[in-house]
């Protein structure tokens, strides 16, 4: 199906140019290296890359089995050189012909569940203090008096779209808050509504008999907060990821890409 297929390593240094290799009329699928400077460069600086948002861009993170976070390293591999990266990302840049259309949505589960509104005057992964309904507060602090449940994310609106982000750590003595993904200024965030029922979640927000997806991809806190092992996520197959690639790093949300035969 694809007219052309060009791969390309990318690392800190030259990561925006991912966003102008893309092609005019294709998607690019990219896989990055969890825990690494090039990870956090895409996920605090995608969204003012040349490019961002223009053309369909999707993957995601690669980790290690669970119980080997922090004693090995991810890495990613460019199939058409054969090298193994363990700080850069792997793109691969497909041009479709001119029938067939890429596109792609996401599945978010969550939603706001209203009261407190958080800002950040700086972005980051790791956070201490923010702004509740415009009064500066710690963040830790603020969570672990409200008995805030952070299996749930915080949700923001980003570009119209409802964007997640994840709970890695939360230090109360420290006063320090890891994320899985960035929070950003400039963004209202809340608190979602729990949900008991991840599996009918999905499968309440997945029609059924809809147009089967070329590629999806779903989050491995879903999975494990949502006890997903032997349950179906409506009709939708595909790995379980560290992290999600629609655009930019997204958290707790399922990807998928389309292809449109437009003859």
Not at 7 to 30: I, K, M, Q, S, W
Request: glycine share 10%.
């Amino acid at each position: 199906m694809a007219l052309s297929v060009k791969a390309a390593d990318y690392g800190p240094e030259n990561l925006a140019n991912l966003y102008r290799d893309a092609p005019v009329h294709g998607f690019t699928f990219v896989v990055l290296p969890a825990a690494t400077e090039v990870l956090k460069t895409f996920a605090e600086k995608a969204p003012s890359f040349d490019g961002f948002l223009l053309r369909p861009v999707v993957g995601w993170v690669a980790g290690v089995r669970v119980d080997k976070i922090g004693k090995e390293s991810p890495v990613v591999f460019n199939g058409k050189t054969g090298s193994v990266h363990e700080a850069k990302c792997v793109a691969l840049h497909v041009t479709l012909p001119a029938n067939i259309m890429a596109d792609m949505d996401i599945v978010n589960i969550f939603e706001s569940q209203g009261g407190d509104v958080i800002r950040f005057e700086e972005a980051g992964f790791q956070v201490t203090k923010c702004l509740v309904n415009g009064k500066s507060t710690n963040l830790a602090k603020y969570i672990t008096e409200k008995g805030v449940r952070t299996e749930f994310p915080l949700i923001g609106d980003y570009n119209g779209s409802n964007i997640n982000v994840s709970f890695q750590n939360v230090d109360a003595a420290k006063g320090v808050v890891d994320l899985y993904a960035p929070v950003f200024p400039g963004v209202d965030y809340r608190f979602v509504k729990p949900v008991a029922d991840y599996a009918g979640a999905f499968a309440n927000t997945l029609t059924e008999g809809a147009e089967h997806p070329a590629f999806a991809c779903n989050c491995i806190l879903n999975y494990l907060y949502g006890k997903l092992e032997g349950k179906k996520t409506g009709d939708i197959t595909g790995p379980i990821t560290f992290g999600e690639i629609a655009h930019q790093l997204l958290n707790q949300t399922l990807v998928r890409l389309y292809l449109h035969n437009m003859a």
